[in-house]
């Protein structure tokens, strides 16, 4: 058979593991694997090419997405998506993977429910994607932001700071949960939670008063701007704050064991579907076990949140 793999959206760490397992699988399996660059755009471009065994050698460790990612409002629309439906025709392509976040998956939906043989994989560094407890990058963007925010505690101890560390997760408070439990910090905002500023302020004033030398609040982008928080708790507290906003920094880098391991795992499972004539379907890691359900029922439920998590965080926080 002939399998198309694209990446689409954000790139995140890990989806250059994705692409060589499902790659290696599949042409160990007897069949031919092409990749598709800068996503559903160079779908539409048929942009195919093929990759052969050592065509995927060299990048299990790197970040980014060696066949390039794009966001294509074009491809939104009936018309972009049948030109792409006439490329992948033209070039033979029997199954089509795409390795990215939930637009990625509404446009594979998009493709399947116009009769196109689709799989998805998660890709993004958010953890916002339904019937995965993890989306590939989640994990080493963790990492990273907590690596981050331990030098920014470093310098924030010896001014006697509040550093507030705003990172991404664009609606999802997951990067900003885990990485805010993993630094101990005083307070996390995320959108999934009501919070206040002056609950926030008393937080951090009762750290000072109790001797605490800094101050930590790590900072959902979709909750918050940091600059904002930051400019507010100076004011109200009289203490002296800085914000950081992390940015791209968290997007990139070598992929952490995790990341590469459930990819690779991934990778097989999809070529597993691929042969059994399971098709529309997204590969998730659910209690370590790597499932599949339809991209459909995918999209329709919310991603999970870890309200025990962040309950937990605020009792250790004191
Ligand atoms: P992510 O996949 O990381 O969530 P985007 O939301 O930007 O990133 O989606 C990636 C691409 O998927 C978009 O640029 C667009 O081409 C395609 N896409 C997004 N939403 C849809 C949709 N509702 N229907 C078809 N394609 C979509
Ligand atoms: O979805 C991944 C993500 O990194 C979000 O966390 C962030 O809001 C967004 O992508 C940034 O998108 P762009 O690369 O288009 O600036």
Same mark, same amino acid.
């Given at each position: 058979m ?5 990446t ?5 760490q ?11 699988? $599949?042409i160990?399996?007897?069949?031919? *694997?092409? %990749?598709?660059?800068?996503? &559903? +755009? /160079? ?9 052969d ?17 794009a ?19 033209? $070039? ?5 993977? *795409?390795? %990215?976040?939930?637009?990625? &998956? +509404? /446009?594979?939906l998009?493709l399947?429910?116009?009769?196109i ?18 989306t ?30 705003e ?21 996390i ?14 937080i ?15 900072v ?6 940091g600059?904002?928080v ?57 209690g370590n076990?790597i499932t ?27």
């Open positions: 002939n399998i198309a793999i694209l689409s959206g954000g790139d995140s890990g989806m250059n593991s994705a692409i060589r397992a499902i790659t290696r699988t $599949a160990v399996k007897g069949h031919k *694997v092409y %990749g598709v660059t800068k996503g &559903y +755009q /160079g779908l539409m471009e048929g942009l195919f090419i093929p990759l065994l050592r065509d995927v050698g060299d990048i299990l460790h790197r970040g980014g997405t060696f066949l390039q990612s966001r294509s409002l074009e491809f939104k629309e009936t018309s972009g998506q049948k030109r792409a439906i006439q490329k992948l025709k033209e $070039a033979n392509i029997d199954h089509l993977v *795409v390795i %990215g976040g939930d637009g990625s &998956y +509404q /446009g594979a998009a399947f429910e116009k009769g043989s689709t799989y998805c994989l998660p890709g993004t560094i958010d953890n916002d994607i339904a019937y995965t407890d993890y590939i990058g989640f994990d080493t963007t963790v990492n990273l932001v907590v690596s981050l925010i331990n030098n920014v505690r470093d310098t924030s101890t010896s001014h006697e700071r509040t550093s507030i560390i990172v991404m997760g664009r609606g999802s408070g997951n990067i900003a949960l885990h990485a805010g439990v993993a630094s101990g910090a005083d307070a905002i995320v959108p999934e939670v009501p919070w206040e500023l002056e609950e926030v302020c008393n951090i004033l009762e750290g000072f008063n109790r001797g605490k030398k800094h101050g930590i609040i790590v959902a982008e979709g909750a918050a701007s600059e904002d930051a400019t507010e708790i100076e004011k109200r507290t009289g203490l002296e704050a800085r914000s950081t906003k992390l940015g791209y920094v968290q997007r990139g880098g070598s992929p952490s064991s995790f990341d590469r391991i459930f990819t690779s795992r991934m990778g097989d499972k999809v070529v597993e579907c691929i042969e059994k004539g399971i098709s529309g379907v997204a590969i998730g890691i659910e076990q599949y359900h339809p991209i459909k029922e995918v999209l329709s439920k919310k991603a999970q949140f870890d309200y025990k998590l962040y309950h937990i965080a605020k009792n250790l926080s004191k």
